[in-house]
């Protein structure tokens, strides 16, 4: 009967071993996913802002020495990440390729387009107050006619991701809190189990620390291994990603992926040591009467 006994505990703690493995390491991979979620959503807020455009029409019969001058200029300014050239012919075959005719035939073919140059600037530089420096500064050029954007779109680009900047951060803030509460239940019934073996050597003069010890350091290696388990079921989720959305991800940014992974590893360490400190802190300092009560 005692062997029956004896390995009905066993099953009964390995099944406790194993649920407790198989919640932190869900927590951990919805922590991690999020935090993809997150960095990939900077990333993708980097290349919307830095998209915005703004175009330098020259002055008609302007000589492309000229207009190159001016772009070296640009290119070696702060806040502009690139420029591009279009001459006045390219521009042309353009709107001739929108129009599906040729325009030019119906004006004597005379080009009425105009030379310019894309100016694209960084992301903190993307927003109203900084094109519109540029804008006037670059208006100061005798070979210059106009410069152009759209102050309505630019505007509504910056608000949009400012309030979904914050929705996601206070969504994170919220998961990560959740993720904590629950690990730490998971972790305190598994410390329950345990209470009277707490207890009993407690009783035979064992100090706090030598009981403490051996719950911390199994459950950091738990902590580990689920973060280990969470970061494998990132890498399968990001491979079936790539190959379902070709350019949504981008499994070269090895610094983001890294950085995640990373966090999930020191996160599960953290998360489950604080939760079995208190959860064993809990069992060595209650009363006898309340432990059987419990």
């Known amino acids: 009967m005692s062997k029956q006994e004896d390995k009905f505990a066993k099953r009964r703690l390995r099944t406790s071993y194993i649920t407790s493995l198989t919640s932190i390491t869900l927590m951990l991979f919805i922590i991690g996913f999020f935090g993809l979620l997150i ?16 175009t330098v029409y020259m002055q008609k019969n302007v000589k492309e020495a000229e207009i ?4 070296k200029s640009l290119d070696a300014s702060d806040g502009i990440k690139s420029t591009k050239y279009i001459s006045a012919d390219e521009a ?30 960084t992301e903190d530089y993307a927003n109203v107050d900084s094109l519109e420096y ?13 410069v152009v954007f759209h102050k309505d779109y630019v505007k509504a680009i910056n608000d949009n991701i400012a309030k979904i900047s914050v929705f996601l951060l206070v969504l994170g803030g919220l998961l990560l809190l959740i993720s904590i ?24 003069g064992a ?11 199994k459950s950091i290696l738990q902590g580990v291994f689920a973060a280990l388990l969470a970061i494998g079921l990132l890498v399968a989720l990001l491979f079936k990603l790539s190959q379902d959305y070709n350019g949504l991800i981008d499994l070269k940014n090895l610094d983001i992926y890294l950085m995640v992974f990373g966090g ?11 939760s079995t400190f208190f959860a064993v802190n809990k069992y060595l300092n209650i009363n006898m009467d309340k432990l059987y009560l419990m």
């Not at 030019?104 to 100016?119: K, T």
């Not at 208006?139 to 106009?146: H, L, P, Q, S």
């Not at 100090?207 to 350091?217: D, S």
């Open 68 to 71: 190159f001058r001016l772009k």
């Open 264 to 274: 999930v590893i020191v996160l599960g360490i953290i998360i489950t040591w604080l």
């Open 92 to 121: 042309a075959a353009e709107y001739q390729k929108e129009l599906g005719e040729d325009f030019v035939n119906y004006l004597d073919g005379e080009n009425p387009m105009h030379a310019s140059i894309e100016v694209h600037l």
């Open 134 to 146: 540029f804008a006037g500064k670059i208006k100061k050029y005798d070979i210059v006619e106009d």
């Open 39 to 54: 960095l990939h959503a900077n990333a993708i807020k980097k290349q919307v802002k830095e998209n915005i455009e703004m």
């Open 207 to 217: 100090t706090k620390g030598f009981i403490r010890g051996p719950f911390v350091r």
């Open 181 to 204: 509460v629950l690990i730490s239940n998971t972790i305190r019934l598994s410390i329950y189990a345990h209470r009277f073996l707490i207890r009993t050597m407690k009783l035979i």
